[in-house]
């Protein structure tokens, strides 16, 4: 049987479906950041939570009465047949009882799992039951894993409404999509971080025949009250997409305030906003479907661990040796200062930073993943071999935080001799997040437990890339630059006039003529917001 015939659809999932996708298609600008961004997205999480609620609400109530059905039954005992209710369970005492929670007694209690019931999903691997930490459904205590990933992933679609960089505003749609989907996984899924940061998208396929199959069962009284709610929602829009048109064709004042509040209707938009339901609304069925159904959590310390000490110390040790040279190399390049370069490597000290910055950062990126594997593949079997690598894995990552900090010194210095730029001060902050994960792996090195590294490391990054969006970085940008200008440096007016209006309190500081080369071709390339595409930033620049 396919996995989505076992898991029950809740009631109103259709409608918390079609709620999503037509705040998707009439909130988003597609083609650059604004408020409607975090709007649709707050519309789409409050319909997936509201749907998720009153599922377990009903579960719980369904169980409650279930339980006090089949407590009733035990009392009476089979030898008091005359004083079974009608349609409550037979509870026989003995080694041929029912559980409480069995579906016969559920049926007999008056239980059943029509679509729109709010059933307990059937969980996969033989994994059923209510679960206090999120799989199925039921009465459960908070999730706070699941509020944390959700209110990060709102406020990364909130930058679109503050900063007007596309760049930073795409990243942060991608942030938010991978924290949306850590947040409805909930817990660490046995398929791993890999997919549990696309789950949604991935379970939206499985849960276009989970909803299909609910039209089979519409008979249920609530579930034919919901959709003919939905019905008449429908035949509302139907009726008001025929009669505003004509009604604006018919009074100018009245077609100058549908002008005001009205998307314009062309063939593009048509597209766009079919494109943005399908994807809203599939989206929200995969969260849906997801919640109802939760994949089997990884439970323990991963097995399976066959390298010996020698067969990983060896060559942990060599790297080991190898980088404690290096960083003495660096050490004496950094108290010898520009002459000392010069004189060793024949360059300036800026030549030099900038020379040995992409390996400097490809070395720690594959020692990350040095150090990942011996952690997860090493025997720990003996207290010798659990001392071997912690001592070991420390070392190596203790070397490579200080090559991260060589790395960050040379961008810095190289940014001070050439100037700053948006790539440069986006490749300083990976440094820096490369860093903090450093910082995590050895925390995870210390307790010989890595399992919750991944989720840890994306909420870092997700993290970092809030407080770059909150830092504005193209105005950082524009203030170091005319911090050198006003040292006697170069200022590049042309880079900086393609730009985003993230830099204009920055540009406010420069006089006339460059204030003018800097912010005449930025306001140039303004045009009118609607109200979904409102954006400070670039309100300010009108």
């Given at each position: 049987?396919?996995?989505?015939?076992?898991?029950?659809?809740?009631?109103?999932?259709?409608?918390?479906?079609?709620?999503?996708?037509?705040?998707?298609?009439?909130?988003?600008?597609?083609?650059?950041?604004?408020?409607?961004?975090?709007?649709?997205g707050s519309v789409a999480a409050?319909?997936?939570?509201?749907?998720?609620?009153?599922?377990?609400?009903?579960?719980?109530?369904?169980?409650?009465?279930?339980?006090?059905?089949?407590?009733?039954?035990?009392?009476?005992?089979?030898?008091?047949?005359?004083?079974?209710?009608?349609?409550?369970?037979?509870?026989?005492?003995?080694?041929?009882?029912?559980?409480?929670?069995?579906?016969?007694?559920?049926r007999a209690a008056g239980s059943s799992d029509p679509v729109g019931s709010g059933g307990r999903a059937t969980l996969e691997d033989g994994g059923g039951g209510a679960d206090p930490a999120g799989s199925g459904f039921g009465v459960r205590a908070v999730n706070w894993g699941r509020v944390w990933w959700t209110t990060l992933a709102l406020a990364l679609l909130a930058v679109g409404a503050?900063?007007?960089?596309?760049?930073?505003?795409?990243?942060?749609?991608?942030?938010?999509?991978?924290?949306?989907?850590?947040?409805?996984?909930?817990?660490?899924?046995?398929?791993?971080?890999?997919y549990d940061v696309i789950a949604v998208p991935i379970e939206s396929i499985a849960g276009i025949p989970w909803v299909y199959s609910a039209f089979e069962r519409i008979g249920d009284g609530r579930a034919r009250r919901s959709w003919r709610a939905g019905t008449s929602v429908a035949v509302t829009l139907a009726l008001l997409a025929i009669f505003v048109p004509l009604l604006g064709g018919a009074d100018a004042t009245f077609a100058k305030l549908l002008d005001a509040v009205t998307p314009k209707l062309d063939a593009a938009s048509v597209v766009q906003w079919i494109v943005l339901f399908a994807l809203l609304g599939l989206g929200s069925v995969g969260a849906m479907y997801l919640l109802a159904g939760p994949r089997a959590a990884a439970t323990g310390a991963p097995s399976g661990r066959g390298l010996r000490r020698l067969e990983w110390a060896l060559p942990v040790g060599a790297l080991t040796i190898l980088f404690a040279v290096f960083v003495a190399a660096?050490?004496?390049?950094?108290?010898?200062?520009?002459?000392?370069?010069?004189?060793?490597?024949?360059l300036t000290y800026a030549e030099y930073a900038r020379s040995g910055f992409w390996q400097l950062s490809i070395v720690t990126i594959l020692t990350l993943a040095v150090i990942a594997v011996v952690l997860r593949w090493a025997a720990q079997?003996?207290?010798?071999?659990?001392?071997?690598?912690?001592?070991?894995?420390?070392?190596?990552?203790?070397?490579?935080?200080?090559?991260?900090?060589?790395?960050?010194?040379?961008?810095?210095?190289?940014?001070?001799?050439?100037?700053?730029?948006?790539?440069?001060?986006?490749?300083?902050?990976?440094?820096?997040?490369?860093?903090?994960?450093?910082?995590?792996?050895?925390?995870?090195?210390?307790?010989?437990?890595?399992?919750?590294?991944?989720?840890?490391?994306?909420?870092?990054?997700?993290?970092?890339?809030?407080?770059?969006?909150?830092?504005?970085?193209?105005?950082?940008?524009?203030?170091?630059?005319?911090?050198?200008?006003?040292?006697?440096?170069?200022?590049?007016?042309?880079?900086?006039?393609?730009?985003?209006?993230?830099?204009?309190?920055?540009?406010?500081?420069?006089?006339?003529?460059?204030?003018?080369?800097?912010?005449?071709?930025?306001?140039?390339?303004?045009?009118?917001?609607?109200?979904?595409?409102?954006?400070?930033?670039?309100?300010?620049?009108?």
């Open positions: 049987m396919p996995r989505w015939r076992r898991v029950v659809c809740p009631q109103g999932v259709l409608p918390a479906a079609g709620i999503a996708g037509l705040a998707g298609a009439v909130f988003i600008p597609l083609d650059r950041p604004g408020i409607g961004w975090v709007l649709a409050a319909a997936v939570f509201t749907v998720d609620r009153r599922a377990r609400c009903t579960a719980g109530a369904a169980s409650a009465t279930t339980d006090s059905a089949a407590f009733k039954a035990t009392e009476r005992g089979p030898e008091c047949p005359a004083l079974e209710e009608p349609g409550r369970p037979t509870v026989v005492k003995g080694a041929g009882a029912q559980s409480a929670h069995s579906p016969e007694v559920k503050v900063r007007a960089a596309g760049w930073l505003f795409a990243l942060c749609v991608v942030g938010a999509a991978v924290a949306g989907s850590l947040a409805v996984v909930g817990r660490r899924s046995v398929y791993g971080a890999w660096q050490f004496v390049a950094l108290f010898g200062g520009d002459d000392y370069v010069q004189r060793t490597a024949n079997e003996s207290a010798a071999d659990r001392a071997w690598l912690r001592i070991l894995l420390c070392a190596i990552a203790v070397l490579t935080l200080i090559i991260v900090a060589s790395a960050l010194g040379r961008m810095w210095t190289y940014q001070q001799a050439y100037g700053f730029t948006v790539m440069r001060v986006l490749v300083e902050v990976c440094e820096l997040w490369l860093g903090l994960v450093y910082l995590l792996m050895i925390v995870a090195v210390l307790r010989l437990d890595g399992t919750w590294l991944p989720r840890a490391a994306i909420g870092t990054a997700m993290s970092t890339l809030f407080a770059l969006a909150v830092l504005n970085p193209e105005g950082l940008v524009a203030e170091r630059n005319i911090d050198r200008w006003e040292h006697g440096k170069n200022l590049d007016t042309h880079y900086l006039s393609g730009l985003s209006p993230d830099i204009l309190p920055a540009v406010d500081r420069l006089p006339q003529p460059q204030r003018a080369e800097i912010l005449g071709p930025i306001r140039r390339s303004l045009d009118e917001d609607t109200w979904q595409s409102w954006n400070l930033s670039r309100a300010d620049a009108r």
